[in-house]
C-alpha cells in the first residue's frame, strides 16, 4: 500500500495550496480517507476526512470555511484544496486510509486509519 502526497510548499498568508494523495495498492473507494497536520513540536491533528460511501466530509473547527476534502475514486486520489492560508497552517500535511468503516463514518482519530503517506511540509509565511 502507497500513499503518496504532493502540492505542498511555501506560500505567503492569504494564499492557497491544493494538496493531493495518490493512492496504489489499496481499494481507494472502500476506504474512508483523512487529512492530519502536524506542526512542530505539536502532536499530529486531524484536519478533514471523507467517508468511502457517500462521500460526507468533516472539517475541524480550525480549517472549516477554509479547506474542503475532496476525492475522485477514478483516479484513486484525495485531494485538499487549502484557502486563506494563515502561518497557523504550517505544518506537514499526511494522508491517510481506513478501512472498515461503517458507510457514512468518517474517522477523526489517528489509530482509526490503517496507512499513512509520508507527508508533505506546507509553509505559510507572514
Known amino acids: 500500500v502507497q500513499l503518496i502526497e504532493?502540492?505542498?510548499?511555501?506560500?505567503?498568508?492569504?494564499?492557497?495550496?491544493?494538496?493531493?494523495?495518490?493512492?496504489?495498492?489499496?481499494?481507494?473507494?472502500?476506504?474512508?480517507?483523512?487529512?492530519?497536520?502536524?506542526?512542530?513540536?505539536?502532536?499530529?491533528?486531524?484536519?478533514?476526512?471523507?467517508?468511502?460511501?457517500?462521500?460526507?466530509?468533516?472539517?475541524?473547527?480550525?480549517?472549516?470555511?477554509?479547506?474542503?476534502?475532496?476525492?475522485?475514486n477514478a483516479a484513486n486520489t484525495l485531494y485538499l484544496q487549502m484557502n486563506s492560508l494563515t502561518p497557523a497552517d504550517t505544518a506537514v500535511y499526511y494522508c491517510a486510509a481506513s478501512y472498515g468503516m461503517l458507510a457514512g463514518s468518517i474517522p477523526t482519530r489517528i489509530y482509526e486509519y490503517d496507512y499513512w503517506g509520508q507527508g508533505t511540509q506546507v509553509t505559510v509565511s507572514s
Open 6 to 72: 504532493s502540492g505542498g510548499g511555501l506560500v505567503q498568508a492569504g494564499g492557497s495550496l491544493r494538496l493531493s494523495c495518490g493512492a496504489s495498492g489499496v481499494a481507494f473507494s472502500r476506504n474512508a480517507m483523512g487529512w492530519f497536520r502536524q506542526a512542530p513540536g505539536k502532536e499530529r491533528e486531524f484536519v478533514a476526512g471523507i467517508s468511502w460511501s457517500d462521500d460526507i466530509a468533516r472539517h475541524s473547527d480550525s480549517v472549516k470555511g477554509r479547506f474542503t476534502i475532496s476525492r475522485d
